[in-house]
């Protein structure tokens, strides 16, 4: 992708009225870019853009993106107002903590609904657009949690690690149309993400799991202290998408990086265990 240099580009952003989605708002119209913002409360994301950004150029939209119908609209609202599209930004999520065998079927189609058939449904409205005009980019704002899983984050990590797959396949299927896709792994960040505004929990627990229940303690009094900042976070992940290329994946945060780490240590110890016995499964030569 070229990103464009005379003329202001036009970003689609989801989940933008807290986080990292929000910060990234507000630089974006810092920049004087044109910024479609999709959230659940266009009132809340106002309220926190009030004295914070220069909103000429944003267009908020109450977007259920579980409404494939609703997300089409979106975009067309977005391409009449803007006169085009240069950039989509898949960020909307929410965390869920507790044990697999807690987690309902509710719970388990709510998340997936927003963390893939959500991006699914922003996809196949924003694609056929990016590769006529044959240049785009797609952020697909994953985690660390996405590579690697802890106990307690079974339903998130199922959600990261179903949107990591499409988005390699994505960037394979797109860049023969000058289209390029980047997969944000950001490790814990100076958001409310571990808020109980955010945080999803289950209606019920068992007294089977104790860690789980004093992970969860933990996790809310982390709250205030995380290592990401989500200024430099957003800055980041902006930068990456005006000087294109770079690596599939833009891992933010010195935690996410570890995790991450330890996960390809172990994958590879496993492939080296598994090498003398792979073939087993073979037809003979």
């Known amino acids: 992708m070229s990103f464009p240099t005379d003329r202001p580009a036009t970003w689609f952003v989801t989940g ?5 989605g929000l910060e990234l708002v507000k630089q974006l119209l810092g920049r ?4 479609a913002a ?4 266009t009132q809340r ?3 926190a853009l009030e004295d914070a950004a220069d909103t000429t150029r944003l267009l908020p939209l109450a977007v259920d993106l579980r409404d494939e119908t609703a997300v089409a609209q979106a975009v067309r609202q977005t391409t009449e ?3 085009g599209l240069d950039v989509v930004v898949n960020n909307a999520g929410y965390g869920f903590l507790a044990a697999v065998e807690e ?7 709510d998340m997936l609904d927003v963390q893939v058939v ?4 922003v996809l196949r409205a924003t694609l056929p657009l990016l590769r006529e005009q044959r240049s785009g980019h797609v952020v697909n704002v994953s985690s660390v949690l996405g590579l690697t899983s802890v106990p307690g984050w079974a339903l998130y990590c199922a959600g990261k690690f179903a949107l990591e797959g499409l988005s390699e396949a994505l960037a394979a299927e797109v860049a023969g149309f000058g289209v390029e896709v980047t997969i944000v792994e950001p490790g814990y960040f100076r958001t409310d993400f571990l808020t109980t505004d955010s945080l999803a929990l289950p209606d019920g627990t068992t007294d089977a799991y104790p860690a789980i ?3 969860t303690e933990n996790h809310l009094k982390l709250q205030g202290s995380q290592l990401g900042d989500p200024v430099r976070g957003a800055r980041l992940m902006i930068d990456r998408v005006v000087a294109g290329g770079g690596p599939l994946r833009q891992v933010l945060g010195s935690d996410s990086h570890a995790y991450a780490t330890a996960k390809v240590q172990a994958l590879q110890a496993n492939l080296d265990a598994a090498a003398q016995t792979a073939a087993a499964s073979d037809f003979p030569a």
């Open 213 to 215: 229940r004093e992970m």
């Open 45 to 47: 994301l106002l309220a």
């Open 103 to 109: 987690t309902s079927g509710r719970d388990v189609r």
């Open 118 to 121: 959500g991006v699914w449904n």
């Open 38 to 41: 999709t959230t659940r409360s």
């Open 81 to 83: 107002r803007f006169g």
């Open 32 to 35: 004087g870019d044109n910024v």
């Open 16 to 20: 933008t009225s807290r986080g990292l």
